[in-house]
């Protein structure tokens, strides 16, 4: 028999069942992809294993693949290895609609399957379309979704969503284009637009590390912070998918979305509530507080590079030039390090280090605060050799958690002191698993909570930021500097940060 639950609260029971899914269907764009196989399945069969999806749920996959409902049907099974008895019996009422987005056919057919499932399964006109298409073709469909009256509420109610996956726009003139073309066909409110990352558990942990303690609030400044390193980086290439770096790189595939997203959440102000507008509204407060680099500042405080042969994690790997689908004259951004400078009365004169990139030594996201150091160190410097800068490291994948570095004595009949760190892991203080980004926000989109989506404005001003260098890099001919596969980036990287008496942090 099992103890009791000393610390079980009934109203958490109550909190948790206003998180499941109203009846609804989700219409998935692109349903034979890989996003949708890899990441959207999935999502929703853990959603469904643990009760979060409603037993009047159902998905209709909609792509040009040739396909039967049975077919879909199997394919959707064969993405999840271990089944629940939940997700089984869900599956056995998905649809499938074969047909080219741009025809009118296919709307056609879609409009009437979702009548039939509003018919059987009484979901009550409550849809969220899902594009996990490729960018080109995100305003043609939310057109013919408009056109056929599928953009909105049927007579008897319900709610009609939109979620838009990233890349959103090519640049600042597309994005606002895009923009455009949508809330011609469907309200800002009914737009989610989609960035796996303010998913994840440690990126929403910022705003609780930063609002529920009293300890670090007041230190988060410019008079206790000397600068502040965010590094997302990937051990991995591009693989299969060349084709579409090239056509990214890493100042839009990484810069424009994820890294400002993760800088707006560290540098916002307190919000008056943590809700979706006040949240919101300070992150794009931040965003408007980056200060936006001349052409020649590009020069200065920005680095790109692109990586060449090396070797990473033992193995022997070639350069981007060498990947299929890549231009052999390539001058694609695999690497970028700049620095970010935040005008506002709490971060003027800190630094905000930025570096991204593709084979580099390991897989790593973090972003790490260091202080300023003491006013004065009574010690005598042999005893302090081994004593570091205090910092705050806030891992945010993989392995989760939060690092507090300070100093300490050694053991022993000496006064050495040397830096030594408190760390807090996810995986050892909480028992339940941290649920996957698409899980949660699949579940937000369903739910009604836009709160780690963005909205219009906060896309505008992440391209505005990065617009000059853009601009600039379009103009530069210069050689592309190359680093070798396995290593933290070019020496160029180095300079940026030594100029100013500092040095990049080694995970």
């Given amino acids: 028999m099992n103890p ?13 069942v206003e998180r499941r899914a ?37 998905v209709v996959g909609v792509a040009r693949t040739r396909m039967s409902d049975e077919g879909f049907r ?14 089984e019996r869900l599956v056995e009422g998905f649809r499938y609609v074969a047909g080219d987005y741009t025809d009118r056919e296919t709307f056609l057919r879609l409009a009437a399957v979702l009548g039939e499932m509003d018919a059987e399964l009484g979901t009550g006109g409550n849809r969220v379309h899902y594009l996990a298409t490729v960018p080109d073709v995100f305003a043609g469909v939310a057109s013919s979704l408009a056109e056929h009256g599928l953009n909105g509420p049927a007579a008897g109610g319900g709610f009609v969503r939109l979620v838009v996956e990233k890349p959103f726009g090519r640049d600042l003139p597309s994005a606002v284009a895009l923009d455009d073309q949508l809330h011609r066909c469907f309200r800002e409110e009914q737009i989610y637009r989609i960035d796996h990352y303010l998913g994840k558990e440690t990126v929403q942990n910022v705003l609780a590390l930063r609002f529920a303690n009293s300890i670090f609030e007041p230190i988060w400044n410019r008079r206790y912070v000397d600068h502040v390193q965010i590094t997302v980086a990937e051990s991995l ?37 943590i809700d979706a507008k006040g949240i919101r509204d300070e992150k794009v407060k931040a965003l408007r507080a980056v200060d936006v680099l001349t052409p020649a500042e590009v020069a200065t405080e920005v680095v790109r590079s692109q990586y060449g042969a090396g070797w990473v994690e033992g193995e022997e790997v070639g350069g981007y030039r060498d990947e299929p689908g890549v231009d052999p004259a390539s001058r694609t951004d695999t690497y ?58 806030l891992r945010i994948q993989p392995d989760e958690g939060i690092t507090l570095r300070f100093g300490a004595k050694v053991p022993g009949q000496a006064f050495r002191l040397r830096s030594v760190s408190m760390d807090f892991s996810y995986g050892a203080a909480f028992l339940e698993e941290a649920p996957d ?23 505008d001003q992440a391209w505005r930021v990065v617009a000059p260098i853009q601009e600039a890099w379009a103009a530069d001919a210069a050689p592309l500097p190359t680093y070798a596969a396995g290593t933290w980036g070019p020496a160029e990287a180095d300079r940026l940060l030594h100029r100013d008496g500092r040095s990049w942090r080694s995970p």
């Fill in 22 to 58: 109203p009846p609804c269907v989700l219409v998935v764009f692109g349903a034979s992809g890989d996003l949708t196989t890899r990441k959207l399945v999935p999502a929703l069969a853990a959603l469904a294993a643990n009760r979060r999806l409603s037993a009047r749920f159902a």
């Fill in 237 to 273: 290439g591009v693989g299969h998918r060349g084709g579409f770096y090239e056509t990214a790189g890493a100042l839009r595939d990484i810069v424009q979305n994820h890294v400002l997203q993760v800088l707006a959440l560290t540098v916002m102000e307190p919000p008056a509530t």
């Fill in 4 to 16: 009791p639950d000393l610390d079980h609260n009934p109203l958490l029971d109550d909190l948790e």
């Fill in 437 to 459: 980004a698409y899980e949660r926000l699949l579940l937000d989109a369903m739910v009604g909570d836009p709160t780690l989506f963005i909205r219009a404005d906060e896309v």
């Fill in 74 to 87: 199997a394919r959707i099974l064969e993405a999840v290895p271990k089944p629940s008895a939940a997700w």
């Fill in 336 to 393: 970028l390090a700049m620095k970010v400078r935040v005008d506002n009365w709490r971060w003027a004169g800190v630094p905000f280090y930025v570096r991204t990139g593709k084979r580099l030594p390991k897989r790593l996201t973090e972003v790490a605060m260091q202080f300023r150091g003491v006013p004065h160190l009574p010690f005598a410097p042999t005893d302090a050799e081994a004593l570091g800068p205090n910092a705050l490291v």
